[in-house]
Structure formats: C-alpha cells, structure tokens
C-alpha cells in the first residue's frame, strides 16, 4: 500500500515560519514530481508549489519569495519551508506526487496525503 504522510503543520503567528514534510513510502518503484496544494475553508483546492524529480521548483504567486520547496530523493520525502507566514495562509496543506508502484509498474498515478493543518492567528 501506497502512503504520502505530512508532518509539520501547527498554529503559528503572522511572520512566523512552519516547515512541512511529506514521505513516501510502500511499494514505490520511481517517484516523479512531487508537490504541494492547500484548502482555506469554503474555498476550492489551490495549487501551492511542485518540484520534479530533478529540481526545478515551481510555484503559485501567492507564495513566490515565502514558500521553498525541496525534495530528499534518498529519503523519498518532499519538504515546504513556509516563511513570513500570513493569516491568508491559513488552510490544510495536502502532498501530492506522482508514483510508480510495483502493482501497476511503468505507469506514474498520482497521489495525494490525508492533509496537515496550518493556522496562522494572532
């Protein structure tokens, strides 16, 4: 069985940082891109940040030059480092990847976590 599992969420203050992760793990063959979207109540699901296997970050405007993103390859783990956080931040994060598993091998399927919250209140 195939799991994305995020850690790192948490209650912070507006500037404040948070640094979320997200593993792979179970019959993983190969691993293409991996990322990030988030979910504010009320609102549909936005795209946040996404990193290849190779690097090559990518990111939504509403977080360029606060969010990074990051990738342990050896760890199958894909991290976001969230600096100068604001309330508008506020939302649960989910991890997304592309796997190739040994159950449908050759075929990336995507993937999504059960989602970490992130609350960013004074």
Same mark, same amino acid.
């Given at each position: *069985?195939? *799991?994305l599992v995020e850690s790192g969420g948490g209650l912070v203050q507006p500037g404040g940082s948070l640094r979320l992760s997200c593993a792979a793990s179970?019959?993983?063959s190969s691993i293409g891109a991996m990322? +990030?979207? !988030? =979910?504010? &109540?009320?609102? =549909? !699901?936005?795209f946040v940040a996404r990193i290849r296997s190779g690097g090559? &970050? %990518? /990111?939504a405007d509403s977080v360029k030059d606060r969010f990074t993103t990051s990738r342990d %390859?050896?760890?199958n783990t894909v991290y976001l480092q969230m600096n100068s956080l604001k309330p508008e931040d506020t939302a649960v994060y989910y991890c997304n990847a592309d796997l190739q598993t040994s159950r449908v091998p050759g075929v990336f399927q %995507? /993937? +999504?976590g059960q989602g970490t *919250?992130?609350?960013?209140s004074a």
């Open positions: *069985q195939v *799991q179970g019959s993983i990322g +990030w979207f !988030r =979910q504010a &109540p009320g609102k =549909q !699901r936005e090559f &970050p %990518n /990111y %390859n050896a760890k %995507n /993937y +999504w *919250q992130v609350t960013v």
